[in-house]
């Protein structure tokens, strides 16, 4: 039996990855973390503005998920405030600027940044090392 994306080991619940994708850096690193984190099958990425749209299909699936994770690249935690008015919260929160990556860098390197954050969730996802939930 296969998994779904962002399903774990054949269950039917998924890990909807929620992000920022906000103009500064630090929102394009929120973006470019969760395109990576369902590359890698650790959840799968899903549209935060449908949340805040009250699109009522992905609001379902959003209420369905397993677990949801929120990126949020700043302080204003957006990703998670959206979340939360909808009713839903966020199993794993990360906020880019907690863990010094800075807005608007002198230096910026989205490589090196993305990777620390899909490192951090994974790791608060207990999927560290794995390729995906089911290694």
Known sequence: MSSAPGA???GNAETLVFTCAGAAYSGQVANRSGVQLAEQGAGA???IAAVAAGIPGKLDRARQAARRVAIDGCE???VRKVLEKAGLT???HVVLTD???EKKPAQPNLITDAKRVVDAVKQRLG???RAGCCG
């Open 8 to 10: 774990c080991c054949g």
């Open 45 to 47: 990425l899903f549209c």
């Open 76 to 78: 204003d935690h957006c």
């Open 90 to 92: 966020a199993d794993v």
């Open 99 to 101: 863990m010094d990556i």
């Open 127 to 129: 999927v560290a090392g």
